[in-house]
């Protein structure tokens, strides 16, 4: 570990300490007033967030489209402002601040009947506070987590994920994560993963609001291989009156079942692709609450003149 590194990591328990012993209302004022600021100033993560924006929402003016951009940055703060307090929350508090919609019941008789289940995610609203309220309320979660920088701060995340009952797994620099997902599941597990962006060039193509991308299989392959069940679930906010704080909607898709005809790889790609076509109604409809500051769209394969061109995409399509 770098110097560099160890000092980002006790500047970050240190504000992780400080945000969650602040007052609700003057922590998150504090986050609205840096994601104010980092909306200001741009730079790179914010404009490919614009970027990203104007590929799903291309009826918007310049003006409004900028102001869905600093309603996204806001959106994003509030998210961190979530992780720094949930060690504040019961499980009490946790089932205040959540609302299930959808097919969430049919999601709920698949674990009441003790089988397995898995959600395909985005990067959408608040899918921490969502594993905290599961591992009390659903079921107990395992997931997989990217491995970010510095270390430190990944492992204390991943500490206090395991501290609330759920099970992370490191998306490299450990063991496989697939068979050990397998073996959650063969034990009737809850398995929600962030699969609308691809992270290990083993994804496969799909359509998202219209323009060519690429997700992670992990999710349709895990259902098509052990037979679990696979549900898309989008995550989003909305204002809880007189509170600082926002309530979390999880908007369960429905089930997401095996073609009946194709191969194991067609089946994979269109079971994807249906994942990926419920979190696109939301991301149209809640674009703010899309915390996607990566490049995700790409040119069609073999042709760099067709598809969105988007700053700070190449023409390769490579993500």
């Not at 019961?90 to 289940?117: K, S």
């Not at 979660?141 to 501290?163: C, G, N, Y």
């Not at 204002?239 to 997401?256: E, L, N, W």
Request: glycine share 8%; with cysteine; aromatic share 8%.
């Amino acid at each position: 570990m770098t110097l560099r590194d160890h000092a980002e990591g006790l500047a970050y328990r240190a504000a992780w300490r400080l945000v969650c012993r602040m007052p609700e209302r003057a922590a998150y004022g504090l986050f609205d007033r840096v994601a104010r600021t980092m909306h200001r100033r741009g730079g790179r993560s914010v404009e490919q967030m614009r970027a990203n924006y104007s590929a799903v929402r291309p009826e918007l003016s310049p003006q409004e489209l900028d102001q869905l951009v600093g309603e996204g940055v806001s959106s994003y703060l509030r998210y961190w402002c979530d992780a720094f307090r949930l060690p504040r929350e019961t499980p009490e508090t946790l089932a205040e601040r959540i609302r299930l919609t959808g097919h969430d019941a049919e999601a709920q008789a698949v674990l009441d009947r003790g089988e397995p289940l898995i959600l395909f995610l985005g990067h959408l609203g608040n899918w921490d506070h969502c594993g905290a309220w599961a591992t009390y309320h659903f079921a107990p979660v395992t997931t997989v987590a990217e491995r970010l920088k510095p270390e430190s701060v990944f492992d204390a995340f991943v500490e206090f994920r395991e501290s609330l009952g759920m099970r992370i797994l490191p998306l490299t620099g450990g063991d496989n994560v697939y068979p050990q997902l397998r073996e959650a599941i063969s034990r009737g597990g809850f398995v929600p993963l962030l699969a609308d962006r691809d992270l290990t060039r083993t994804g496969v193509d799909v359509t998202l609001c219209g323009h060519p991308s690429r997700a992670a299989i992990g999710p349709a392959r895990l259902a098509l291989d052990t037979g679990a069940a696979l549900f898309p679930l989008a995550i989003s906010y909305e204002p809880i009156p007189g509170r600082a704080a926002h309530r979390v909607v999880a908007r369960f898709g429905p089930r997401v079942l095996p073609p009946a005809e194709g191969s194991a790889q067609e089946q994979v790609r269109a079971m994807t692709q249906q994942c990926v076509d419920s979190l696109g109604e939301t991301i149209r409809e809640r674009t703010q609450d899309w915390h996607m500051m990566q490049r995700i769209f790409v040119a069609p394969r073999g042709d760099a003149s067709r598809g969105p061109r988007l700053p700070g995409a190449d023409a390769s399509g490579a993500v």
